[in-house]
């Protein structure tokens, strides 16, 4: 079974400070996403990951993928209020008759100014 | 630009109620999913279909059944709601699996439900 862990769970930062979301997952994988939610509202994609090594970048967010590791990385640069939600990294597997998607619980930003 | 379509978007039932939740969308996707989001649990996967006349299981589908008779819609039903079942209800869709798609999933606005 396919579990994915991320952290910290609840992270607050202040703005212009740096810091890295974790996500780890237990087996091997065919695309990994990153999801941003709002407060009360729905998850708005951020980046998808293909292959191993890749790196997506959009703004003060960057993310990568290192599938050896089964590890991939939020990186936020330089905060700013802004960016204050919850993001999800979430895993695909291709199951040959289905593809599924498995979240990780979360990671609430709170950045303060 | 619909996109993910959820109705109704908030619901109070009593326990041992029934209602259904209508998942529409507008994008010709093959795949469609419902997921329940818990506090602390991230969102975790009741049931999903490949195609129109087709289900499956996911992670958490005890006490929810649903059915895909269009392509365009997946419905989710509580028979018999349980308090458990409080939740906030999502709906996704994506394009069925093709080697260079990103697979991405598109998700409906979310629906409430409370059971009391």
């Known amino acids: 079974e396919l579990k994915v862990e991320q952290n910290p769970l609840f992270l607050s930062m202040q703005e212009g400070k740096n810091y890295t979301i974790y996500c780890n997952y237990s087996?091997?994988?065919?695309?990994l996403y990153w999801y941003r939610q709002d407060p009360g509202k729905s998850l708005e994609s951020l980046f998808v990951?293909?292959?191993?090594?890749a790196v997506k970048q959009e703004g003060r967010l960057m993310a990568s993928l290192d599938t050896k590791a089964r590890l991939s990385t939020l990186h936020i640069t330089a905060a700013v209020h802004d960016l204050s939600a919850t993001y999800f990294c979430?895993?695909?597997?291709?199951?040959?008759?289905?593809?599924?998607?498995?979240f990780g619980t979360g990671t609430r930003l709170q950045v303060t100014l | 630009n619909a996109g993910v379509t959820q109705t109704p978007k908030f619901r109070v039932l009593k326990t041992g109620q029934s209602m259904t939740l209508l998942c529409a969308q507008d994008?010709?996707?093959?795949?469609m999913y419902w997921y329940r989001q818990d506090p602390g649990m991230g969102l975790r996967l009741i049931h999903y279909?490949?195609?129109?006349?087709?289900?499956a299981k996911g992670e958490v589908p005890d006490g929810y059944n649903v059915s895909r008779l269009k392509k365009q819609n997946f419905l989710l039903g509580l028979e018999s709601a349980a308090p458990s079942q409080t939740s906030v209800y999502f709906c996704?869709?994506?394009?069925?699996?093709?080697?260079?798609?990103?697979?991405?999933?598109?998700f409906g606005e979310g629906s409430r439900l409370t059971v009391l």
């Open positions: 996704a869709s994506s394009i069925l699996w093709p080697a260079q798609n990103t697979g991405e999933l598109f």
């Open positions: 994008m010709n996707h093959e795949y």
């Open positions: 087996t091997t994988s065919d695309r």
């Open positions: 979430a895993v695909l597997r291709n199951t040959g008759t289905a593809s599924k998607l498995t």
């Open positions: 990951l293909l292959s191993n090594g």
């Open positions: 279909s490949v195609g129109e006349g087709t289900t």
